[in-house]
């Protein structure tokens, strides 16, 4: 137990309250500052440092539950169970005392476990019941320490097997190990697996927590510490021993098998159950549930190998609970509604990231940045590369011919790497770690010999700064304080975020001089090594193992791209391209907690991916707020919630194809949503059709229209007159986009349950616009401004034949209220700001609650807008004098009856999204 740390020795001072006034915060620095081991502390850092860590909120986590099946038991038990001194108490106080985590992040933890364990049921019962659950948290947002604290409340509470399911790879099962070990057991599994008095204590071992408490592993952190029968039956332990066991396991189908055999040999006969052990209850939590366990077999009369375990698993317990974890949870939600697939029937928790999370929100926003825009709200840390093709190719194969250089960026990326070391340095960042992560290739081969260039660059620049080369002083001087072709300096980085809203995210931002950074880069670049981290590579990032800190640049590609925690991650440098939202978003290792050095971290990566992974940000927070409503709606079921998703019709292009078996024919409706055309074809006949076919519909409309600044709106209009309009127009027949023949199927259908019959019909005219287009409007011409909506530059997205809008969207914020009274935009915005759970005002309605609670099911908003050929189209033109697109938008109002339109996955589809999970059923245990 460190007792040399400044922060931990201030919270020892204060007491369990989450709120502290600055005078007291005063009072406990300066009683610290007397000890002889901080006389030299900054006492105005330490000030900040503490108020910082009591500052830091969490909004409450959102559940959706089964009530049926739920039978609250904790608080009738919770004096009885007494988890202040038990596992529960001594993990709390590690996390507070050496892990220094906020006293509102740990409240809210406690009430999260309590909230779990209730949903699954009283461990000591006799009784036959199982429980499925899934908890939602973010990329690197702390789930880990949120299930060991599930772990130590059910320890506490009777649950007396616990398997933890830790990824795919030897690396990440051990690291999981070893937080275990940390955080539950509090000693070395390393040494030994049983709990001895000789045991080496670590963790929440330590006698500052305290008496030791009892608990077994029947798996080791070694890197090979996986579960074998020999390992168990040597451990000597009897079963049926009333202490807690708890495994910690690859999802890997031989020691799943492994583990099933030894369990079963441990069963009885049952004349309900057959085999199946009962004096136990188990616990099993699946991490990364969204990876591997599913049922990814073609076959539907057969399971996959790895879920198929796991249900024989579960199956053997008469007592049996199961809950996954996962921050993508895209394929759980299409996975078919029964046990056997491992739906999470029981309940879903959604757990808001606190305040300090650097998350994908905060690293991309919603669109991406040009190089010229600051943004409030998002971190001036992504550099968009373009130097790369002739380094690694975007689809290049693993015989391929090797680079025989870096590029500039990846050089700029290792002296950023170098500075960033060196800076956090300065800030008595001293006995830290920090990472760098270069991705850019799946193939070893690959990764073996960019690690030889990128440590060829780096023993280059490492040499120069020992010797005082100018040259290279020169270089890394140049990268900490000047601006150059969109790559933003340390120096402005620091005083843009210091000058944003973002600038209370770290206490430690400031900005330096290049004489202070300069004294520390030797010290800095002395310490840092280059590894290669794959299965062959036989090189592993033990942090653990350099308790002064470990700097290093890790080249890797699987290994590296889900679970694993890259300790003080600072700078990524990311080529490798998916098409899948939750495995791009899994690989996203710069997600997480930067404490210290919040502008001090870079990201180098293609615009391509940048766009993505503004798509995937958009689209995860989309679910989330999907979810944070249906919370609110008494009775909703985690079947309602992913039925609701699985028919919106944003919601199938986020996983691999084989984790939607049941998807291949999905049934959409567009109750309650947003419909935007955001793709068009750049055919002339196309585009002077769709334009006829508008002058036609606006033609017929009544006189009896409402001028505003921006619009013609009419009220009132038949249906028939609007699915005429949608007949008439022509445009790509793709799954997710607003294909005219499905809308009009969907309102055919609700039209037989009386809904959507009075339409609301918007003519979007943009005022001073530079182009305009004449349209006969109750007998006489006026003329509508043509709107600018510029399109994608990426080939992914536009080219010659395909118009794409960069920021897929064709409305603007407010337009989808222009059919409302002011008293009614009024109301919009004031129920808006009462459900928002970030600080401060909306300056809009959301979408969402205006269509569910005021739009009148049966009076959906049709949108219709001109889009400015000249204008729009930067990348791919068409000729001078091109008739404008027709894009429009539709606000469908939610539906009492919700009849849904059918969609099978076509070819297209298949094209487009080819990237299948593997079944894991031909992997050994060394798998990379």
């Known amino acids: 137990?460190?007792?040399?740390?400044?922060?931990?020795?201030?919270?020892?001072?204060?007491?369990?309250?989450?709120?502290?006034?600055?005078?007291?915060?005063?009072?406990?620095?300066?009683?610290?500052?007397?000890?002889?081991?901080?006389?030299?502390?900054?006492r105005e850092m330490l000030v900040r440092r503490i108020e910082e860590l009591y500052t830091i909120r969490q909004d409450e986590f959102r559940s959706i539950e089964k009530a049926d099946e739920n039978l609250p038991w904790l608080n009738e038990k919770r004096a009885e169970l007494d988890f202040s001194n038990g596992f529960w108490g001594r993990y709390r106080e590690y996390l507070e005392i050496e892990k220094n985590f906020a006293p509102e992040v740990i409240n809210k933890l406690d009430r999260l476990t309590d909230s779990i364990l209730d949903n699954l049921f009283d461990p000591t019962l006799k009784i036959t019941i199982n429980k499925k659950g899934l908890v939602v948290g973010q990329v690197q947002s702390g789930k880990t320490a949120n299930y060991t604290g599930l772990v130590c409340k059910a320890a506490d509470a009777g649950f007396k097997l616990i398997i933890i399911m830790a990824g795919i790879h030897n690396n990440l099962r051990s690291q999981t190990q070893l937080r275990i070990d940390e955080s539950f057991l509090g000693f070395d599994t390393k040494h030994t697996r049983a709990f001895d008095q000789r045991s080496i204590q670590i963790g929440v071992g330590d006698p500052y927590f305290g008496s030791p408490i009892v608990a077994h592993s029947l798996t080791s952190s070694i890197e090979k510490g996986d579960f074998t029968q020999g390992a168990a039956n040597a451990l000597g332990l009897n079963f049926n021993t009333s202490e807690p066991i708890v495994a910690v396991i690859k999802k890997n189908p031989h020691v799943l098998r492994?583990?099933?055999?030894?369990?079963?040999?441990?069963?009885?006969?049952?004349?309900?159950?057959?085999?199946?052990?009962?004096?136990?209850?188990?616990?099993?939590?699946?991490?990364?549930?969204?990876?591997?366990?599913?049922?990814?077999?073609?076959?539907?009369?057969?399971?996959s190998s790895i879920n198929g375990w796991i249900t024989q698993i579960l199956n053997l317990f008469g007592k049996n609970a199961y809950v996954g974890y996962t921050a993508t949870p895209f394929a759980n939600i299409f996975i078919p509604l029964d046990d056997q697939n491992l739906f999470p029937r029981n309940f879903i928790k959604n757990i808001p990231a606190p305040s300090n999370y650097i998350g994908p929100e905060k690293v991309f926003g919603f669109s991406p940045l040009e190089e010229d825009e600051a943004s409030n709200?998002?971190?001036?840390?992504?550099?968009?590369i373009n130097d790369y093709s002739g380094f690694v190719p975007d689809r290049h194969k693993k015989d391929d011919q090797l680079p025989s250089s870096l590029p500039e960026s990846l050089k700029r990326a290792i002296r950023c790497f170098i500075i960033t070391c060196a800076i956090r340095r300065l800030r008595g960042q001293t006995t830290v770690h920090n990472s760098m992560l270069i991705h850019v290739s799946r193939f070893m081969r690959w990764q073996d010999h960019i690690a030889e260039l990128v440590s060829n660059q780096f023993i280059y620049y490492r040499r120069g700064i020992d010797q005082n080369d100018t040259e290279v002083l020169n270089e890394l001087k140049l990268t900490f304080e000047q601006d150059e072709n969109g790559y933003k300096s340390y120096v402005s980085v620091s005083q843009q975020i210091l000058d944003s809203e973002l600038k209370n995210l770290d206490s430690q931002i400031q900005v330096h001089k290049w004489s202070e950074v300069l004294q520390h880069l030797n010290d800095a670049a002395s310490r840092i090594e280059v590894k290669s981290i794959h299965g062959g590579s036989?090189?592993?990032?033990?942090?653990?193992?350099?308790?002064?800190?470990?700097?290093?640049?890790?080249?890797?590609?699987?290994?590296?791209?889900?679970?694993?925690?890259?300790?003080?991650?600072?700078?990524?440098?990311?080529?490798r391209a998916s098409k899948m939202y939750d495995t791009l978003m899994q690989m996203g290792r710069w997600f997480g907690y930067r404490g210290g050095y919040v502008d001090l971290c870079r990201l180098f990566t293609s615009r391509e991916l940048n766009e993505w992974f503004c798509h995937i940000t958009l689209a995860s927070e989309e679910l989330r707020e999907e979810f944070d409503y249906m919370s609110d709606i008494a009775g909703s079921t985690p079947e309602q919630y992913a039925l609701k998703i699985r028919t919106s019709p944003d919601g199938l292009m986020i996983s691999a194809i084989n984790k939607m078996r049941n998807a291949i024919t999905v049934q959409i409706s567009w109750a309650g949503r947003l419909v935007e055309s955001y793709e068009f074809k750049k055919e002339i006949p196309i585009i002077d059709n769709n334009l006829n076919t508008l002058r036609n519909f606006i033609s017929t409309l009544p006189s009896n229209y409402q001028e505003k600044d921006n619009a013609l709106l009419w009220f009132d209009i038949p249906a028939s007159e609007v699915i005429n309009f949608f007949e008439g127009i022509q445009s790509i027949e793709n799954l997710k986009k607003a294909e005219p023949k499905k809308i009009i199927q969907f309102i055919n259908?609700?039209?037989?349950?009386?809904?959507?019959?009075?339409?609301?019909?918007?003519?979007?005219?943009?005022?001073?616009a530079k182009n305009n287009t004449n349209l006969i409007v109750n007998g006489g011409?006026?003329?509508?401004?043509?709107?600018?909506?510029?399109?994608?530059?990426?080939?992914?997205?536009?080219?010659?034949?395909?118009?794409?809008?960069?920021?897929?969207?064709?409305?603007?914020?407010?337009?989808?209220?222009?059919?409302?009274?002011?008293?009614?935009?009024?109301?919009?915005?004031?129920?808006?700001?009462?459900?928002?759970?970030?600080?401060?005002?909306?300056s809009y309605p959301k979408g969402q609650i205006v269509r569910n609670e005021l739009r009148d099911p049966k009076k959906p908003l049709l949108l219709i807008y001109l889009l400015d050929t000249k204008e729009s189209l930067q990348f791919f033109p068409l000729p001078d004098g091109t008739n404008p697109f027709v894009g429009y938008a539709i606000s469908f109002p939610k539906s009492n009856f919700n009849a849904p339109v059918s969609y099978a996955i076509n070819e297209e589809l298949l094209d487009k999204f080819d990237v299948v999970e593997e079944d894991f059923e031909d992997y050994g245990d060394d798998e990379d």
């Open 749 to 768: 259908a609700q039209l037989k349950n009386n809904e959507l019959t009075d339409w609301r019909v918007a003519l979007m005219s943009k005022p001073n």
């Open 1 to 42: 137990m460190s007792k040399k740390d400044p922060i931990k020795n201030i919270r020892q001072l204060l007491s369990d309250s989450s709120s502290y006034t600055r005078e007291e915060i005063e009072d406990a620095v300066d009683e610290v500052l007397k000890m002889k081991y901080f006389i030299n502390e900054n």
């Open 781 to 842: 011409e006026i003329s509508i401004g043509q709107w600018l909506r510029t399109e994608d530059g990426s080939e992914q997205n536009s080219n010659e034949q395909i118009y794409y809008l960069r920021k897929s969207h064709i409305i603007s914020p407010w337009d989808e209220f222009i059919d409302f009274t002011d008293e009614e935009k009024a109301r919009a915005l004031e129920i808006t700001n009462q459900r928002r759970t970030k600080p401060g005002t909306a």
């Open 377 to 384: 709200t998002v971190l001036p840390i992504v550099n968009r």
């Open 538 to 575: 036989g090189e592993a990032l033990d942090y653990f193992d350099h308790k002064n800190g470990l700097s290093v640049i890790a080249v890797g590609g699987n290994k590296l791209s889900r679970g694993l925690t890259l300790e003080g991650l600072s700078v990524s440098y990311y080529l």
């Open 258 to 303: 492994r583990i099933h055999q030894w369990l079963a040999a441990q069963a009885n006969e049952d004349n309900e159950l057959g085999r199946v052990i009962r004096n136990k209850s188990l616990l099993l939590i699946d991490d990364e549930a969204d990876n591997a366990s599913i049922n990814i077999s073609n076959d539907p009369e057969r399971q």
